[in-house]
T-cell receptor, first 112, second 111 residues
Framework: DAGITQSPRYKITETGRQVTLMCHQTWSHSYMFWYRQDLGHGLRLIYYSAAADITDKGEVPDGYVVSRSKTENFPLTLESATRSQTSVYFC???????????FGPGTRLTVL | KNEVEQSPQNLTAQEGEFITINCSYSVGISALHWLQQHPGGGIVSLFMLSSGKKKHGRLIATINIQEKHSSLHITASHPRDSAVYICAVRSIGGGADGLTFGKGTHLIIQP
């Protein structure tokens, strides 16, 4: 039972390229989240999803797109990567609203 | 917006010491979470609490709703407790996006 996984774990890309970060969970949790973590900041919410086909913006959504066609997957796309999007990205899931969140291992993204 | 402040930002202690990490927040909450981030980067949830006290092994979390304050205690600290400890709160009325995180406390336990 893999739980919650992210891929790739590491990614280097160039400014202007499109990048998709994948998140997959095996628990059939309703809620899924994308966060970014940067030095000097706490974790910040990018987007979240309450169920398949239901997504909403978090604190820092600009430059990102999400989709959720299946309950278990929640990909995050950077449509045109910028250097300011260099960060560590964490995906998380929870069974219920406000419940304990379970985090993936993170993806370290570098935009050159 | 709910502000979450943690103290201290950094803490170095000797093995066996009793550790306290503090978290203060500015508005009403429905729940507070304590998370641990390992040196390798992985994040695990330690506690979720809305009142009183919870204990798990050597870890104890307390919350005072009236004072808008929570503490995480580690008894008989060990080098394997070295990690970043993160406080997060869910504001009252907050939807699924209601979690606000502190910047974390970097704890080092020396043998």
């Amino acid at each position: 039972d893999a739980g919650i996984t992210q891929s790739p774990r590491y990614k280097i890309t160039e400014t202007g390229r499109q990048v998709t970060l994948m998140c997959h969970q095996t628990w059939s949790h309703s809620y899924m989240f994308w966060y970014r973590q940067d030095l000097g900041h706490g974790l910040r919410l990018i987007y979240y999803s309450a169920a398949a086909d239901i997504t909403d913006k978090g604190e820092v959504p600009d430059g990102y797109v999400v989709s959720r066609s299946k309950t278990e997957n929640f990909p995050l796309t950077l449509e045109s990567a910028t250097r300011s999007q260099t960060s560590v990205y964490f995906c998380a899931s929870s069974a219920l609203q406000g419940d304990t969140q379970y985090f993936g291992p993170g993806t370290r993204l570098t935009v050159l | 917006k709910n502000e979450v402040e943690q103290s201290p930002q950094n803490l170095t202690a000797q093995e066996g010491e009793f550790i306290t990490i503090n978290c203060s927040y500015s508005v009403g909450i429905s729940a507070l979470h304590w998370l641990q981030q390992h040196p390798g980067g992985g994040i695990v949830s330690l506690f979720m609490l809305s009142s009183g006290k919870k204990k798990h092994g050597r870890l104890i979390a307390t919350i005072n709703i009236q004072e808008k304050h929570s503490s995480l205690h580690i008894t008989a600290s060990h080098p394997r407790d070295s990690a970043v400890y993160i406080c997060a709160v869910r504001s009252i009325g907050g939807g699924a996006d209601g979690l606000t995180f502190g910047k974390g406390t970097h704890l080092i336990i020396q043998p």
